[in-house]
């Protein structure tokens, strides 16, 4: 017999055929497979899920539950009791009308509505986004905060534009210069290269000591390139006055006397008084209260007659009496400071010092000479101690801006005009102890209302 080499034509389409329904068959169970495993893992996501719907159920878990086409119907337990097939209007099962579809993820069971699983599932499997900024060097973004996901959220350049005065973005403290400086930053929290000032200056930090000059004292503040003066002042020279100069009450300060003076011996040639100007040029006049190991008891009569340049003069406690005519003339004259041991107040003394706006005078004075004051028409108010017994005449003639004045009860006689033309005088209160007022003493008071 002759031997078979291969499949005949016949064979052939057999063999494609039975290949071809085994094909089918496997396709069909493969099918079939892969439905129950959706089926299964359906079932899966139920129970699992379950524990989120619960409190939703709640005593409704016999419902009916649709699910892409499907149905499950929950048990005791949450325990997945079977699963069937939705036709599209209906559950093949009789659902005896305990349910109504809302819509494609909700069922309404007795009142209580629930979500679907899917759309339950769909929350547990979407993306979460993380609320903190995630970052690098350039840009920032939110992250998904599922596990092994790499989403990228709200994902932006970095913008500098934030200006948020925080620690962590602090580059300089506040000095007495300079605010407080902080690096602009991102919306993320990046910090940036760009800076802003905010809020106030530092307080200055004072030096230990004062620093001075002739008119005023001052500290000064310790912090580098800042030539800020705190506390700066003029002198105080007030009752301040010693051997060698005028001390300031607060800094310590001393101005020397004033140098060029002309002074001449007393008759008791064991003290001086200050005989004129001399060579001294200063606006300012300091006279010591020794001269050559001697005191200087005195200011001469004209000792500084017409210095209408004169702007203030220092007088010691050495200074027992101020001459006729001393400051006659000083039209410039602001302040004076008469010290305590002044005892008279000789004719014209302060005759014509026009800028004179107050006089305080001692009580050691007893006597205020003929016209001592007359013509310092800026003098709006004088004290007149108890000390002083007598007022000379034209004392106060033409202090035109006087307005009021007490004569003190040690005054027993106010000598001829002394008050006189002091035309913006309201008021004078005269004591019992006064037993004579001079011809004209109060002429042309013509603002006076009350005496």
């Not at 690096?183 to 200056?201: L, P, R, V, W």
């Not at 003290?271 to 001399?278: A, E, Q, T, W």
């Not at 060579?279 to 017409?306: D, H, K, Q």
């Not at 005892?343 to 005078?361: D, H, K, M, N």
């Amino acid at each position: 017999m002759r031997k078979r080499k291969g499949f005949t034509l016949v064979e052939l389409v057999v063999v494609i055929a039975v290949i071809a329904i085994l094909a089918a068959v496997l396709i069909l169970t493969f099918s079939s497979v892969t439905e129950k495993a959706q089926h299964s893992a359906l079932i899966s996501n139920g129970k699992n899920s379950y524990k989120n719907l619960l409190n939703e159920l709640g005593e409704h878990i016999d419902c009916f539950y649709q699910e892409d086409g499907y149905y499950i119907v929950f048990g005791e337990g949450g325990k997945v009791n079977e699963l069937g097939k939705h036709n599209g209007t209906r559950f093949k099962k009789d659902a005896q009308g305990i349910y109504v579809l809302v819509d494609e993820n909700t069922i309404r069971c007795n009142d209580v509505e629930i979500r679907s699983i899917q759309s339950i599932l769909y929350e547990l499997t979407a993306h979460v986004k993380a609320e903190e900024w995630s970052k690098n060097s350039t840009h920032h973004w939110h992250a998904c905060k599922n596990k092994n996901c790499d989403e990228k959220y709200d994902e932006a350049e970095h913008s500098f534009d934030q200006e948020l005065a925080q620690e962590a973005y602090l580059v300089s403290e506040a000095t007495c210069t300079q605010k407080a400086t902080y690096y602009k930053s991102c919306e993320c929290g990046e910090k940036g290269i760009e800076t802003f000032e905010h809020g106030d200056y530092a307080e200055h930090t004072k030096a230990a000591e004062w620093n001075k000059n002739d008119t005023h004292h001052w500290y000064e503040c310790t912090a580098d390139d800042c030539d800020a003066k705190v506390d700066e002042a003029e002198h105080n020279f007030e009752d301040a006055i010693n051997f060698d100069g005028i001390v300031c009450n607060v800094c310590g300060y001393e101005k020397s006397t004033t140098e060029g003076l002309e002074y001449e011996l007393n008759a008791d040639c064991q003290s001086y008084y200050v005989k004129g100007i001399g060579t001294a040029t200063s606006t300012e006049i300091i006279i010591p209260s020794v001269y050559n190991g001697m005191p200087v008891t005195s200011m001469g009569n004209n000792a500084l007659r017409n210095c209408s340049g004169l702007t203030s003069v220092y007088i010691p406690n050495s200074i027992t009496c101020i001459g006729d005519s001393a400051f006659y003339g000083c039209s410039s004259l602001t302040s004076i400071e008469i010290p305590n041991n002044v005892t008279s107040i000789e004719e014209g003394a302060y005759s014509g010092c026009s800028s004179l706006t107050s006089i305080e005078i001692p009580n050691s004075v007893t006597s205020i000479g003929n016209y001592a004051y007359s013509g310092c028409s800026s003098l709006t108010s004088i004290e007149i101690p108890n000390s002083v017994t007598s007022i000379g005449y034209d004392a106060f003639y033409y202090c035109r801006s006087l307005r009021s004045i007490k004569i003190p009860n040690s005054v027993t006689s106010i000598e001829d005009s002394a008050f006189r033309e002091c035309i913006n005088l309201k008021s004078i209160e005269i004591s019992d102890s006064v037993t004579s007022i001079g011809n004209s003493a109060f002429y042309n008071c013509s603002s006076l209302t009350s005496i």
